[in-house]
């Protein structure tokens, strides 16, 4: 039979009537992976040996009659910055570039226990920063549809594996967008928790209080699957929630009727491409002709979000990646005469333009006399941010608008713009600053054969709710499109 494009219940539905094998689907994963990815650059490691010896083990296990565990054989791609034991984790940088880690982030644990196959690592922008997957260290990612355009950022790899069909499910880092961007631009789904539904233990830290792991898959049905195993409390993380875990997948059934749709005014402003706004609000009225109400709601301090974002973000990255000074592990500058030059020499030497750049913007915001100014500031807008949704969610159930203003652009468009590439999250930061969940959906293409993403918010813990919704939607329009491979 054909293996490759299954989602996870079909997969599982071959296994168990035995038609494949995992070791099969194993074989076909990295065959094809072997064929496309040297074109798309989507994988930085291939854990080839180790994932037929797992598939192996898997294999004897259903031999001997154990049951199909929620995850048995899915082929899983992980994002570079996701720590792997035993497997190199660079997050696409120099300065990690010979990084093994001692021990497995917790959502890579858990996947395990649910029997996954861990296939390998996903090149990203270099330490989650970036929009396009143009500041990864050891090369760019191509998006599948087109391979002269980006597949977003930061976790374009783990788009584009799942796009190609080189796995069935990937896990990404989102701190303002960095899943759903990518799902967005390669045609697929992509589900930010709620900040604290999924441990970040073993997520290499960028933006200690906007990331957040989160899957990308074939389908909202995966996507529940994958949250119902990586989510939960974690002892090794303080800011992991002991809100309790609903069984996603029993609350995909159900109809929308009743369920209201609230959509902001500000998300269809300047800016926005006419092409995804016509694709948009098409969804939209599909949404309303499967029973949901549509009303109007305000989020008055979008404009402020990018400003506020930029500043937060960039301020907790200089702080979490002075860590990185050639002393304990990673890249060490040779030849320095003295302790200040090694520390400038390998910094200089191992960090991207990007890494740098955000590094000096929150240097500077964190300094003496422009604290209060900025980073203070920015902390006040994040709180109005956050009132924003929680004022819009007494009028509805769920937020839409559209996950990007574009459609996947070209490599090196934005590139010499800084500022135009952070524009490319302007819907995509205000679930981060205020810790909701949101999820982004393919509904439709553009007249170059683009796809167009649609993106969901909802309340904190109500990652139920939204996929739910995401999946009605799914259900009734399917994106049956496929990449031209």
């Known amino acids: 039979m054909e293996i490759i494009g299954l989602t996870i219940d079909r997969l599982h539905g071959a296994l168990r009537t035995r038609a494949t094998s995992v070791t099969e689907v194993c074989r076909r994963t990295l065959e094809r992976i072997e064929a496309l990815d040297p074109r798309l650059g989507a994988f930085l490691i291939v854990n080839r040996d180790q994932a037929l ?39 696409a940088s120099k300065i990690l570039s010979n990084f093994i880690p001692p021990y497995h982030a917790t959502a890579v644990e858990r996947m395990l226990e649910a029997g996954a196959l861990i296939i390998g690592k996903t090149n990203c922008d270099e330490f989650a920063m970036g929009s396009s997957n143009e500041n990864s260290a050891f090369g760019v990612v191509r998006n599948p549809w087109n391979a002269e355009r980006v597949p977003g950022g930061s976790s374009g790899g783990s788009g584009a594996a799942v796009a190609a069909d080189l796995c069935v499910v990937a896990l990404g880092s989102d701190t303002g967008g960095s899943v759903r961007l990518p799902a967005a631009f390669c045609g697929v789904v992509g589900l930010k928790p709620t900040y604290g539904r999924v441990s970040r233990y073993g997520l290499v830290a960028y933006g200690s209080s906007l990331d957040q792991i989160g899957p990308i898959t074939k389908t909202v049905a995966d996507a529940a699957r994958v949250l119902r195993v990586i989510a939960g409390r974690d002892p090794r993380d303080s800011t992991s929630s002991n809100h309790p875990v609903p069984d996603y997948p029993a609350a995909l059934a159900g109809e929308l009727k009743g369920v209201r749709l609230g959509v902001p005014r500000e998300y269809f402003g300047p800016g926005l491409d006419e092409e995804v706004r016509a694709a948009v609000w098409q969804a939209i009225h599909r949404f309303a002709d499967l029973g949901a109400e549509i009303v109007e709601v305000q989020l008055p301090h979008t404009e402020y979000a990018i400003a506020c974002y930029y500043i937060i973000a960039t301020a907790e990255a200089s702080s979490n990646l002075a860590r990185y000074d050639g002393v ?31 590094i ?64 490319s999250d302007i819907y995509t930061i205000m679930a981060n600053l205020a810790g909701i969940p949101a999820i982004s959906i393919p509904v439709g ?18 990652e139920a709710t939204l996929l739910r919704a995401a999946h009605a939607y799914e259900r009734a329009f399917p994106f049956s499109h496929k990449p031209p491979l």
Do not use: W
């Open 328 to 358: 304990r592990y990673g890249y060490r500058a040779l030849g320095a005469k003295t302790l200040r030059e090694m520390y400038r020499r390998t910094r200089n030497e191992g960090f991207g333009a990007e890494v740098k750049r955000r």
């Open 360 to 423: 000096m913007l929150g240097t500077y915001v964190l300094s003496a006399g422009y604290y209060d100014a900025y980073y203070l500031k920015a902390l006040k807008v994040r709180t109005l941010i956050e009132r924003d949704f929680r004022e819009a969610f007494t009028r509805c159930d769920l937020i839409v608008g559209p996950t990007s203003p574009t459609v996947a652009f070209r490599l090196g468009e934005k590139t010499a713009d800084p500022l135009a590439m952070y524009l």
């Open 53 to 91: 010896r797992r598939a192996e083990e898997l294999d004897r296990d259903l031999a001997r009659g154990e049951p199909l565990r929620p995850l048995t054989g899915v082929p899983v791609a992980i994002k570079d910055n996701i720590c792997t034991r035993g497997l190199r984790t660079t997050c």
């Open 445 to 462: 293409l553009s007249r170059e054969g683009l796809p167009i993403g649609l993106q969901l918010h909802a309340r904190h813990f109500e």
